[in-house]
């Protein structure tokens, strides 16, 4: 099942505007990932934040999470016809493995489509 | 760094067939991942390998979905027999350790008719 939902689904703006895409999920988490898919490609990593922390920034990019309502934020400022894609936030339920430490087991969200035009 | 390696990059075939995906990881990443995403989706995961250990394999339909990770390197996703609420772009993720993102391969967009 997923477990979170993107909002909103689609977003069209104009290039140098910013776009703020939210995400809520269910259960508690060990971390929140944010990925972007360009059409017919593989995704791509772009942010990582720990249940602990409540903002992070890379770049042009900023996000947000709060774990007791259980939503998580991504805002690109200035943005660019560039950054045109889908975005999905994936949690990390925390599986504790007992081999030998090996990644999160992630689930993805519906995405939310960004349009950005020149 | 070299990225996640995928092949094919497309495949038709009719129902009823098997066809097979193959995934070659990045270089000492311990932890191999393939995921199911039909259009218009999110990726849903399929298996989680620990170097050739299946962590989580519960979403995986067993009847006709297989899948092995030799020498904790390599692996391969096969379909037999495929339908056709199959089509989908299978995806394969490695990841070093927990708390590090993914690397996705750019994945196989398979078509079933």
């Known amino acids: 099942s997923q477990q979170g939902e993107e909002d909103p689904q689609a977003l069209s703006i104009q290039e140098g505007e910013n776009a703020t895409m939210n995400c809520s999920y269910k259960?508690?988490?060990?971390?929140l990932q944010w990925y972007r898919q360009n059409s017919g490609r593989g995704l791509v990593h772009l942010i990582l934040i720990r249940s602990n922390e409540r903002e992070k920034h890379s770049g042009r990019l900023r996000v947000t999470l709060d774990t007791s309502k259980k939503s998580s934020s991504l805002l690109i400022t200035a943005s660019r016809a560039a950054d045109t894609a889908s975005y999905f936030c994936?949690?990390?339920?925390?599986?504790?493995?007992?081999?030998?430490?090996?990644?999160?087991?992630?689930?993805f969200g519906t995405g939310t489509q960004l349009k950005v035009e020149l | 760094e070299a990225g996640v390696a995928q092949s094919p990059r497309y495949k038709i075939i009719e129902k009823r067939q098997s066809v097979a995906f193959w995934c070659n990881p990045i270089s000492g990443h311990a932890t191999l991942y393939w995921y199911q995403q039909i259009l218009g989706q999110g990726p849903k995961l399929l298996i989680q390998?620990?170097?050739?250990?299946?962590?989580?394999d519960s979403q995986l339909p067993k009847d006709r979905f297989s899948a092995e990770r030799l020498k904790g390197v390599d692996s391969t996703l096969k379909i037999q027999p495929a339908k056709l609420e199959d089509s989908a772009v299978y995806l394969c993720?490695?990841?070093?350790?927990?708390?590090?993102?993914?690397?996705f391969g750019s994945g196989t967009r398979l078509t079933v008719v």
């Open positions: 994936a949690t990390a339920l925390g599986l504790e493995l007992t081999l030998t430490g090996g990644g999160n087991k992630l689930t």
């Open positions: 390998f620990q170097n050739n250990g299946v962590v989580d």
């Open positions: 259960t508690s988490i060990n971390n």
């Open positions: 993720a490695s990841s070093p350790s927990r708390d590090y993102g993914y690397t």
